[in-house]
């Protein structure tokens, strides 16, 4: 079992909309997530990061973490052609070291 | 967020030849820093991580002899693909933990290219 699984889409959704990324993850011991944003071609984005359970809000992206679950997601809000990436989620299993899931390919039509 | 940078951004190199790429932490210093290997359309694969002043440690199946890494202080990290085959033609990046709550931060990344 993969420790963390994403659907790698690709998810598409019209310019305006809500896109709703989704990951779970199988280390119950995991205190750290974070949602990072990959461009074609680039280096991946650090762009929200959630240590307790609940909704954390920046901008239009909003994280929410359901640890019992194991359920970690990512909304992004007034979607626009420029998030089109892959959104990579992550944990962190102690000291700095991070798994990333596969990413989900998001695509927002114009 | 913490800037880290990578050089060089691209390189094209001859099959045999070793290609050393640099990861500097411009902000903060970096007690880890990791090293990733991506194939195209495929997700960030670790290789090793590297602490200041001791050893990298690597992931299953990286070859260390192939793959030198020195983490010499704590902003400066170097990978040298050693013998490089065009197999070894990839995008790499550097990662380097972050100050705050186990943040880490990526460099640009490294297009090597192996003829």
């Known amino acids: 079992q993969k420790e963390v699984e994403q659907n790698s889409g690709p998810l598409s959704v019209p310019e305006g909309a809500i896109a709703s990324l989704n990951c779970t993850y199988s280390?119950?011991?995991?205190?750290?997530f974070f949602w990072y944003r990959q461009y074609s071609g680039k280096s991946p984005e650090l762009i929200m990061s959630?240590?307790?359970?609940g909704d954390k809000e920046d901008g239009r992206f909003t994280a929410q973490l359901n640890k019992a679950s194991q359920y970690v997601s990512l909304l992004i809000r007034d979607s626009q052609p420029s998030d089109s990436a892959t959104y990579l989620c992550?944990?962190?299993?102690?000291?700095?070291?991070?798994?990333f899931g596969a990413g989900t390919r998001l695509f927002v039509k114009a | 967020g913490a800037v880290v940078s990578q050089h060089p951004s691209w390189v094209i190199c001859k099959s045999g030849t070793s290609v050393k790429i640099e990861c500097r932490s411009l902000?903060?210093?970096?007690?880890?820093m990791f090293w990733y290997r991506q194939f195209p359309k495929q997700s960030l694969m670790l290789m090793a991580t590297s602490n200041e002043g001791s050893k990298a440690t690597y992931e299953q199946g990286v070859e260390k002899d192939k793959f030198l890494i020195n983490h010499a202080s704590l902003t400066l990290s170097t990978l040298t693909v050693t013998s490089a085959h065009p197999e070894d033609s990839s995008f790499y990046i550097c990662?380097?933990?972050?100050?705050?709550?186990?943040?880490?931060?990526f460099g640009p990344g490294t297009r090597l290219t192996v003829l």
């Open positions: 959630i240590y307790s359970n």
């Open positions: 992550a944990l962190n299993t102690g000291g700095f070291k991070t798994i």
């Open positions: 280390d119950r011991v995991s205190q750290s």
């Open positions: 990662g380097a933990g972050g100050s705050v709550d186990n943040e880490q931060f």
């Open positions: 902000d903060f210093q970096a007690t880890t």
